[in-house]
């Protein structure tokens, strides 16, 4: 946890992760902020109940199936030798060395930063404080991904000892971000970072193909007359076809 730029004792969160900063109140230089879209470029979206976000039966029961297959592929693989087993991870770690992390605000402002893959949630906990303002750094927050949600906790003993590459969020994902003072978690609340972040805010990217124009349906080959009249010769009685 990034310490307060008055005082040189770091502000702990009870209860939540206490990441450390080595950079002081501001975060490296290293990283990217995005403005919540605009009106014009995108549709507000309506802001969700808690019930949205709780799981229903079905939602249970299909990750419930997917726990019991990971479980029985791991029990009933055949064992690994040590070297083995590293030159495996060692193949994902090459695969995907870094992991593109962006972190969204209620307001849909968002921070982007890379991070190594081998790093652990403590390091985008860190980051994220150390881009809040002062006053709001003592604040309690949780990242999470929805839906289905997934609260990253520090404090869960089945997060903190994961690397990034081992939570799934590699090669990129984003987190969402919910304060425990309810007070700041608004949709029309503005972000509360640093000054020096928010005026390095730039337009978030428009997605590839947006503007791209629907393709055209292709005309079929056959005059509608064709079809129309085939109907119309299957239609002659065989007397009459006889008779002609």
């Keep these: 946890m990034a310490a307060n730029s008055k005082s040189s004792t770091p502000i702990r ?27 014009s470029t ?10 949205y976000f709780t799981p229903s039966s079905a939602d249970l029961k299909a990750a419930q199936a997917t726990l019991s297959a990971r479980t029985r592929s791991l029990v009933d693989a055949p064992l690994q030798l040590r070297a083995q087993r590293e030159a495996a991870e060692k193949s994902k770690r090459d695969r995907w060395p870094t992991t593109t992390i962006r972190v969204r605000f209620s307001d849909r402002t968002q921070l982007e930063k890379i991070f190594p893959s081998t790093d652990k949630i403590r390091s985008v906990y860190a980051f994220v404080r150390s881009s809040l303002r002062d006053d709001v750094k003592p604040i309690k927050f949780i990242l999470y991904q929805s839906p289905p949600k997934r609260d990253l906790l520090v404090s869960d003993p089945n997060v903190r000892d994961l690397s990034l590459a081992e939570l799934q969020l ?12 309810e007070s700041l978690n608004g949709t029309n609340v503005p972000a509360p970072l640093l000054p020096s972040i928010t005026a390095r805010a ?43």
């Design 13 to 39: 969160a009870s209860g939540m992760s206490t990441p450390s900063s080595s950079t002081g109140d501001t975060p490296t230089a290293e990283f990217k902020v995005y403005k919540p879209p605009t009106a």
């Design 42 to 51: 995108s549709t507000p979206l309506e802001e969700l109940p808690d019930s």
């Design 170 to 181: 590699s090669p990129s994902s984003i987190l969402l971000l919910r304060f425990t003072d």
């Design 202 to 244: 730039i337009e978030l990217p428009k997605p590839r193909g947006l503007d791209a124009e629907p393709p055209k349906k292709e005309k079929s080959a056959i005059p509608p007359t064709t079809s129309s009249s085939a109907s119309t010769e299957k239609k002659i009685p065989k007397w009459m076809k006889a008779g002609l």
